[in-house]
């Protein structure tokens, strides 16, 4: 690759976003992305490991293979920052990597999922080149109000667990689209991917969304959603499963995984036209589910919704969007903005710290949350 000097006002900056099944990387010149690149992972190979941090090694390889092999000069670089992480609540923007944060990671604390992996990668890397670590809006940013927080059963509290740094990032698009600031706005963020989560964004807070990794919403192409909770204790105590069991079969093997054998909603489009009815009806059930979530949102917002954003791969389904529309249409403008640009966003609130527009937050893990 082409090799530029960089002025005293340029920053280099290395992004890395650990999903299920791939690792997205990108370098970035300020806010202008020089590199992108897609690992994909053997997802048979992935799920030998047995925690998620397990997979610390290989990623890290991969990752610096592919720099390699791409001619990234890695002595350039002046800041890595990594999609984290399912850590305690906290609220939105960008934080140092911390020791605090490292053990949270790596003991999955809070939970097991593939965007743990980003502030270790960012943190190892970063380390050994003496260069700052971040993560920037991971997926447990917490801005819920106290009323929605209320779960309706004492023992257990509502969590915010949601696709934070990409609803965030194509919520402030959207909002300088509309020539207003993200901070004036009261919009509806849908995120179709993997799992799927609605965020309910008013004045640049996302004040209630469902909990799209193992609590509550719409099934997603591999998560169950909410389900019947008596039924679900029955099966629990029923003797037939292991706890690790179940919860595989709500995250991971739940929604189209479970009734379809496939996460890929492109398969899914193809089985049903040819004629498949049992795919169809389990499809338009799943924008069934997102856009009932929808009318919950619109109600939180008390109807006066400026714009609903759907965003994900999901979107870019033109008959699954346009059978979301005809359940919500009513409620507000429906802006479609399909995919993620996550590395976009990741590379944009690194260099929001390294230009001091912001001050990098710190991670402290003095709260306690219920274990997963
Ligand atoms: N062109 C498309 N049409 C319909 N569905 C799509 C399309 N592209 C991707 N998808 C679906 O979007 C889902 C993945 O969304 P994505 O946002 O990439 O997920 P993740 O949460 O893993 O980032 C998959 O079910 C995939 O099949
Ligand atoms: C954990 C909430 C965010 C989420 O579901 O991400 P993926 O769809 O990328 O798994």
Request: charged content about 25%; aromatic content about 6%; hydrophobic content about 40%.
């Given at each position: 690759?082409?090799?530029?000097?960089?002025?005293?006002?340029?920053?280099?900056?290395?992004?890395?976003?650990?999903g299920s099944t791939s690792t997205k990387i990108g370098v970035f010149?300020?806010?202008?992305?020089?590199?992108?690149?897609?690992?994909?992972?053997?997802?048979?190979?992935?799920?030998?490991?047995?925690?998620?941090?397990?997979?610390?090694?290989?990623?890290?390889?991969?990752?610096?293979?592919?720099?390699?092999?791409?001619?990234?000069?890695?002595?350039?670089?002046?800041?890595?920052?990594?999609?984290?992480?399912?850590?305690?609540?906290?609220?939105?923007?960008?934080?140092?990597?911390?020791?605090?944060?490292?053990?949270?990671?790596?003991?999955?604390?809070?939970?097991?999922?593939?965007?743990?992996?980003?502030?270790?990668?960012?943190?190892?890397?970063?380390?050994?080149?003496?260069?700052?670590?971040?993560?920037?809006?991971?997926?447990?940013?917490?801005?819920?109000?106290?009323?929605?927080?209320?779960?309706?059963?004492?023992?257990?509290?509502?969590?915010?667990?949601?696709?934070?740094?990409?609803?965030?990032?194509?919520?402030?698009?959207?909002?300088?689209?509309?020539?207003?600031?993200?901070?004036?706005?009261?919009?509806?963020?849908?995120?179709?991917?993997?799992?799927?989560?609605?965020?309910?964004?008013?004045?640049?807070?996302?004040?209630?969304?469902?909990?799209?990794?193992?609590?509550?919403?719409?099934?997603?192409?591999?998560?169950?959603?909410?389900?019947?909770?008596?039924?679900?204790?029955?099966?629990?105590?029923?003797?037939?499963?292991?706890?690790?069991?179940?919860?595989?079969?709500?995250?991971?093997?739940?929604?189209?995984?479970?009734?379809?054998?496939?996460?890929?909603?492109?398969?899914?489009?193809?089985?049903?036209?040819?004629?498949?009815?049992?795919?169809?009806?389990?499809?338009?059930?799943?924008?069934?589910?997102?856009?009932?979530?929808?009318?919950?949102?619109?109600?939180?917002?008390?109807?006066?919704?400026?714009?609903?954003?759907?965003?994900?791969?999901?979107?870019?389904?033109?008959?699954?969007?346009?059978?979301?529309?005809?359940?919500?249409?009513?409620?507000?403008?429906?802006?479609?903005?399909?995919?993620?640009?996550?590395?976009?966003?990741?590379?944009?609130?690194t260099l929001r710290v390294l230009i001091g527009e912001e001050q990098?937050k710190e991670y402290t893990n003095d709260k306690i949350v219920h274990?997963?």
């Amino acid at each position: 690759m082409e090799v530029t000097a960089l002025s005293h006002n340029e920053h280099r900056i290395l992004v890395i976003n650990p999903g299920s099944t791939s690792t997205k990387i990108g370098v970035f010149v300020n806010d202008h992305s020089i590199f992108e690149k897609t690992i994909r992972h053997d997802s048979q190979f992935i799920q030998c490991f047995h925690k998620i941090a397990d997979q610390y090694e290989f990623r890290k390889k991969t990752i610096l293979e592919t720099l390699d092999e791409e001619g990234i000069n890695l002595s350039r670089l002046d800041a890595i920052c990594g999609r984290g992480g399912l850590l305690r609540p906290i609220e939105g923007g960008t934080y140092t990597v911390n020791k605090e944060m490292l053990d949270d990671l790596h003991s999955g604390y809070a939970g097991q999922h593939a965007s743990n992996l980003g502030g270790i990668l960012a943190y190892e890397i970063a380390t050994a080149l003496n260069i700052p670590a971040f993560i920037v809006d991971p997926v447990v940013v917490d801005e819920l109000e106290p009323l929605a927080r209320i779960s309706g059963f004492s023992l257990i509290e509502r969590k915010s667990i949601f696709h934070a740094l990409n609803q965030k990032a194509v919520a402030r698009r959207v909002s300088k689209q509309l020539g207003k600031k993200y901070e004036e706005l009261s919009v509806i963020v849908v995120h179709m991917g993997g799992g799927i989560t609605v965020g309910v964004h008013k004045n640049g807070r996302v004040i209630d969304v469902n909990n799209g990794l193992h609590g509550e919403g719409p099934f997603s192409p591999e998560r169950a959603g909410t389900v019947p909770v008596g039924d679900l204790i029955d099966l629990c105590f029923s003797g037939m499963y292991y706890r690790e069991e179940i919860m595989k079969k709500i995250v991971g093997q739940g929604g189209l995984v479970g009734y379809l054998g496939t996460n890929d909603a492109i398969e899914v489009e193809k089985m049903i036209e040819h004629g498949d009815e049992n795919a169809k009806l389990v499809y338009d059930a799943m924008a069934y589910q997102v856009a009932k979530e929808i009318g919950s949102a619109s109600a939180v917002l008390k109807g006066k919704v400026d714009a609903i954003i759907l965003t994900g791969g999901l979107a870019y389904g033109k008959e699954f969007v346009s059978k979301i529309r005809e359940y919500i249409n009513w409620i507000a403008d429906v802006i479609v903005q399909p995919g993620e640009d996550e590395l976009q966003a990741l590379a944009e609130g690194t260099l929001r710290v390294l230009i001091g527009e912001e001050q990098a937050k710190e991670y402290t893990n003095d709260k306690i949350v219920h274990k997963m």
